[in-house]
């Protein structure tokens, strides 16, 4: 990013950046960098003054981080599975609710016509979010862009999982329950363990008097999926893909 192309920030910029700063959790070496990431193309001399290459190579660095946190925090789970989960925490939808939570719309540097609106689109919240990440990185290093990324990404990787997001196993069970046996599925704490801090659950979905293969989870919630979905593969004949023996 060609920053040298800025002048430095005016005061009235200067408390700008200093909010933003602030909101986000990480003070910048070089302020412009973090000009450039806030500045929309609408608001820039030229595009390639704007925010556009930022987002370009932050798109790369958000799909990376994610990558990773998902391969080590979930080593029982397929290529299919982590593909999926991905696609739901690295969405633009997630990246705008994120930018928005963040209260990224104060910061941004838009042109007279963008500033008229009354709400600033997703998109543009999306795109302030990925060149956040590679200023960071290219101001700070591969460290602070990590660290923002998973403070924010870590809780919308655990809704995926648990199902709040994308494939909801216990929803999908309850309907098939009610459907075919007229009951709803009954969940239950078979075991726990770890310390109070970082406990794992292990839970057991039972419909009728079926109980089903039991299954580990970080948190209750994240097992009664993985028991929800054991029991809906068990239910049509398949294997159990989160048995409670491989976590």
């Known amino acids: 990013m060609h920053t040298d192309e800025l002048p430095e920030p005016v005061p009235p910029l200067q ?21 450039s990431a806030l500045t929309h193309a609408s608001g820039a001399e030229h595009r390639l003054a704007s925010n556009e290459r930022l987002e370009f190579l932050g798109d790369a660095i ?3 981080v994610v990558c ?18 991905k ?10 609710k994120i930018s928005e939570s963040l209260g990224m719309q104060e910061f941004l540097i838009l042109g007279k016509g963008m ?16 060149s956040l990440v590679a200023a960071m990185y290219l101001d700070g290093g591969a460290e602070p862009a990590r660290v923002f990324l998973e403070r924010h990404l870590v809780p919308e990787i655990e809704l995926a999982v648990s199902g709040e ?47 089903f293969e039991p299954a580990w989870g970080r948190n209750k919630k994240e097992a ?24």
């Open 165 to 211: 997001m994308g494939n909801n196993y216990k929803s999908t069970l309850q309907q098939f329950a009610q459907r075919e046996h007229g009951t709803t599925p009954i969940y239950q704490l078979l075991d726990e363990k770890g310390p109070d801090h970082s406990k794992c659950f292990k839970i057991a979905a039972q419909v009728g008097n079926n109980r």
């Open 62 to 64: 958000l799909g990376a």
């Open 224 to 247: 009664e999926q993985r028991a929800a979905r054991n029991a809906l593969c068990e239910l049509h004949g398949k294997a159990a893909p989160c048995p409670a023996d491989g976590n």
């Open 115 to 130: 500033t008229t609106h009354p709400s600033v689109p997703p998109s543009l919240l999306a795109d302030v979010f990925e």
């Open 15 to 35: 408390s700008l950046l200093q909010g933003c700063e602030e909101r986000v959790g990480y003070t910048f070496i070089d302020k412009r960098m973090l000009q």
């Open 87 to 96: 696609s739901i925490v690295v969405s633009r939808q997630i990246c705008a």
């Open 68 to 85: 990773e946190l998902l391969f080590r925090q979930y080593p029982q789970y397929s290529e299919g599975d982590l593909t999926r989960i």
